[in-house]
């Protein structure tokens, strides 16, 4: 399973980093989302609540990739 | 689809229910009709939001655009002396909260990495300070007092001019026009004098930190070549104002509504740990930025009807918030709900830019005021307390409270 995030799409707003701080962290300068383990091993419901909470809907999980 | 419900003429806003619900009429719309038509006071056949999953899907939509300058938003405000407008409104420079992709991208992404979840993170023990100092100095005077004005209304003022650079001595000014800037139906005179006192005293800030830059966000964007002084103005513009009007009115009525829930008052008490959650329901329930506007630059299917191209279009958070659909018993305080995915800080590329320093600041705010006040009671009934109905950001005018004693 896969984490992408869309950094066009992102507009900063944390709320990645605040339901998911394992998964997904923000750029110092511009507040963009980056990935910190785009490959999925465990934390599935919390990289469900992030692709939810995004008000950019700038994230996906693919579960059909490794 | 039930059409019993008449199409509202104006916006209701009389909270005859409680001071916390929607009012009745917009509860009873969303009920029957989440997507209304809504006839604005200059006779425009625009549109109402009111359920959730309606509200969520136009925010995220960027055809629902967010200028002023495209076409005529109608106004549901009845400012005396105000002409109808016949024209789009110029766009104001800086003023993103009004623009779209790819201006607003632009300026927005020029402030996202000073709002991140860590730098806000980073400041919070600072806040904590600004909160601490704040109780002492409430402390010290005799009960009863207006909570707003003794710590609702200073603490997010102070953090806010800190973050800016904005002298927090010059605050009687951007107070005072900030609320005038933010009643409903002002004289007009007055509301485009609040403003130009404040575009002109930001316009001084902003040149005064062109030429001497600090450590502060203003300084930051002033060393941006890429950013001209109108631009800077209208962004400290935006950012002052939304940086304490907001969290200052949920630290007040948010106060209010734990006391007249004293059950939900007493469970946190009791436990500290409950404060984040207690947080995200406030926000929840009181939505206190309630009402927005969307210009529909295209004709566009919502929620089961067809939003013309040229509508004005308002959505109530409010309204979205308390919908059943998406929470239970929306209209009970619960402040063991898992209250995150409500639309307070709005959805989509608009989204609240000082959200997280907003949860920062309440969950300060609230465990120091309640460790504080054990005892912080209101000090008149609360039939009696000041709605701010009349006003773009609902909330309290005064919020008089008494105690008994004061923790260290």
Same mark, same amino acid.
């Given at each position: 399973m896969r984490i992408s995030a869309d950094r066009e799409r992102c507009i900063g707003s944390g709320m990645c980093a605040l339901v998911a701080p394992d998964l997904f962290d923000q750029d110092e300068n511009d507040g963009r989302v980056r990935l910190l383990a785009p490959k999925l091993h465990s934390g599935l419901s919390a990289a469900r609540e992030a692709v939810d909470a995004c008000p950019a809907m700038a994230l996906e999980i693919d579960e059909s990739r490794d | 689809m039930s059409q019993t419900v008449p199409i509202p003429h104006g916006l209701p806003t009389e909270r005859d229910a409680s001071p916390f619900d929607p009012p009745r009429e917009i509860t009873r719309l969303r009920e029957a009709r989440p997507v209304s038509p809504l006839v604005f006071p200059d006779g425009h056949e625009g549109w109402l939001v009111t359920g959730y999953d309606a509200v969520r899907q136009l925010m995220a939509d960027t055809r629902f655009s967010s200028r002023q300058d495209i076409g005529i938003v109608h106004a549901l405000d009845n400012i005396p002396g105000m002409p109808a407008a016949t024209e789009p409104s110029p766009q104001i420079p800086g003023l993103f909260i009004a623009m779209d992709p790819p201006d607003h991208t632009r300026l927005r992404r020029k402030l996202t990495g000073a709002f991140t979840v860590r730098r806000m993170r980073q400041l919070e023990e600072h806040i904590i300070d600004i909160v601490e100092r704040q109780l002492d100095e409430m402390a010290?005077?005799? #009960?009863?007092?207006d909570l707003v004005k003794e710590f609702a209304l200073p603490v997010p003022s102070l953090v806010i001019c800190e973050l800016l650079g904005?002298?927090?001595?010059d605050r009687a000014t951007f107070q005072d026009n900030s609320a005038k800037f933010l009643v409903?139906? #002002?004289d007009l005179d007055e509301k485009m004098a609040a403003y130009g006192a404040m575009t002109t005293y930001l316009a001084e800030l902003v040149m005064s930190k062109h030429a001497a830059p600090g450590e502060d966000i203003l300084s930051d964007l002033a060393r941006d070549d890429d950013l001209s002084i109108e631009e800077l103005t209208g962004v400290a513009f935006l950012l002052l104002l939304a940086g304490h009007e907001t969290t200052a009115n949920m630290l007040a009525l948010g106060t209010f509504a734990l006391l007249e829930h004293p059950e939900q008052l007493a469970e946190l008490r009791a436990d500290p740990d409950l404060l984040p959650d207690a947080v995200e329901e406030l926000l929840r329930y009181l939505s206190i930025a309630d009402i927005f506007y969307r210009y529909a630059t295209e004709d566009i299917e919502l929620g089961g009807e067809t939003i013309g191209k040229g509508s004005t279009v308002v959505v109530s958070l409010l309204a979205a918030n308390h919908d059943p659909k998406r929470f239970d018993h929306p209209d009970t305080l619960d402040l063991h709900r898992k209250a995150r995915g409500h639309l307070s800080f709005g959805h989509g590329i608009h989204t609240c830019l000082g959200q997280q320093l907003a949860r920062i600041e309440m969950r300060a705010g609230f465990e120091g005021l309640l460790r504080r006040f054990p005892t912080l009671q209101l000090a008149i009934p609360a039939d009696e307390v000041k709605l701010k109905t009349d006003m773009n950001i609902y909330g309290v005018h005064e919020l008089p409270v008494s105690w008994t004693e004061a923790a260290r």
């Open positions: - | 010290r005077l005799t #009960p009863p007092v904005v002298p927090y001595a409903k139906n #002002p």
